[in-house]
Each structure stands twice: as C-alpha cells, then as structure tokens.
C-alpha cells in the first residue's frame, strides 16, 4: 500500500516535471482542462441515471423492463417513457393486500433521448431492502 502511494507520487512528480518542461504547458493545461470537463459531464450523465433517467449514449434499439410491487389500500400505476411520450403502462386500482405488475418495450433510441419510468398521480410502489420494483434497460444493437 505505501509503495503504491510512493509510486503515485512519482508519476505525479514526474508528469509536472514533463509539463514544466514543454514549450506547449499552455496547451496540454489546456488539453488537462478540457478531460476534466468531459469527466464533469459524465458525472452529471451519471447523476441523471441514479435519479432514473436513461439517456441513450449511442443510436440503437433497446429493450426496456420495469417491474412494481405494492400494498393495499394504495393505487399502484406507473408508465414508462420515451422523452415526453408513454410508451406502455402497469395498473392496480385498489389490490386486496398486494400487487404485482411489470411491462417492456423495445425502443428505438437516438442518442441523448431520456427513457424514464414514472409513477401517476396519488400512486404508489413499495420496495425495501430485498428489490422487488427494479428498471432496467438493455442496448440489443447500435444502428
Ligand atoms: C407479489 O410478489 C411478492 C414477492 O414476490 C409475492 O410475495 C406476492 O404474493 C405477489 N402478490 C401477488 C398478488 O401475486
């Protein structure tokens, strides 16, 4: 572990000795600058995806499955979406003590278009630590 941490530092010294001696420091900053904000974008894409937005990272066909389990008294009704538009639906007005319910599409994607699932109004879905309402989505092929 410590040589590991002595080795980092080595690089790390021997990449600033590197810049501080080329003519072009001004451009690989500059080259540096421009990776960080790729890696900030990325964070954000990521952001997005732990909130339960997809964003389509290339043009393809994908396949999308969401699955929803929940307790009485409360309604269970969730859809899921392609940018502003629903593409298909899981309902349950009043279950007698629980319900299940799951629905998939396969979707034609371009790049940046957002797939998220969404609950209707005075909805509910139930999970705990044992996962039983899940979304994911699968890229079949890019086109
Ligand atoms: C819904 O799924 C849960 C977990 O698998 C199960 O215990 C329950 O019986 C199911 N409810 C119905 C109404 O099928």
């Known amino acids: ?13 021997c990449v600033g000795v590197s810049l501080a001696q080329d ?4 451009e690989k900053l500059k080259n540096i600058e421009e990776r960080l904000r790729v890696t900030e974008e990325t964070l954000e894409e990521l952001k997005k995806e732990n909130q ?3 964003t389509a990272p290339v043009n393809g066909v994908y396949f999308f499955r969401f699955y929803v389990h929940a307790h009485t ?7 899921l979406h392609k ?3 629903l593409q ?17 599409v396969v979707l034609s994607l371009q790049k940046g278009d957002e797939v998220y699932t969404q609950l209707w109004e005075n909805s509910w879905v ?4 044992n ?10 092929f890019p086109v």
């Open 1 to 13: 572990m410590k040589m590991l941490v002595a080795q980092k530092t080595l690089l790390l010294l």
């Open 23 to 26: 003519s072009n420091t001004a």
């Open 52 to 54: 339960g937005t997809f």
């Open 73 to 79: 008294p409360n309604q269970m009704a969730v859809s």
């Open 83 to 85: 940018n502003d538009q």
């Open 88 to 104: 298909c639906s899981v309902y349950s007005l009043k279950p007698e003590s629980n319900a299940n319910g799951s629905n998939g």
């Open 126 to 129: 139930f999970d705990d630590g």
């Open 131 to 140: 996962s039983y309402t899940s979304f994911s989505g699968f890229l079949l």
